[in-house]
Nanobody, 123 residues
Framework: QVQLVESGGGLVQAGDSLRLSCAASGLGFMRYDMGWFRQAPGKEREFVAAIRRSSTTYYAESVKGRFTISRDNVKNTVYLQMNSLQAEDTAVYYC?????????????????WGQGTQVTVSS
């Protein structure tokens, strides 16, 4: 079955960096667009970044210039490099996979999800 397993979360201070990883198995990784979403307590799950099969990337305005999404099609892994972290970035971060023609920005657009990894940024 399809599994997406995130890692790399933790507790950091404002201004620090973290790199999240998401290892995918059980799917044809190269056929899928991959996305990162996050959900803070009491808030809706929101789009953070996505990388298409073609490796074209897309970002939410709130993270543009600070976060970088990338993928390794040999390791079936997608990464999220997060720099200049802010307290507002505190959330559970989820990896997601989508097989479709158009880019997905909504959680309903993605067929598979990981269990999430907690990122906490102290100010």
């Amino acid at each position: 079955q399809v599994q997406l397993v995130e890692s790399g979360g933790g507790l950091v201070q404002a201004g620090d960096s973290l790199r999240l990883s998401c290892a995918a198995s059980g799917l044809g990784f190269m056929r899928y667009d991959m996305g990162w979403f996050r959900q803070a307590p009491g808030k809706e799950r929101e789009f953070v970044a996505a990388i298409r099969r073609s490796s074209t990337t897309y970002y939410a305005e709130s993270v543009k210039g600070r976060f970088t999404i990338s993928r390794d099609n040999v390791k079936n892994t997608v990464y999220l490099q997060m720099n200049s972290l802010q307290a507002e970035d505190t959330a559970v971060y989820y990896c997601a996979a989508r097989e479709g023609y158009a880019l997905g920005y909504s959680r309903n657009d993605y067929q598979y999800w990981g269990q999430g990894t907690q990122v906490t940024v102290s100010s």
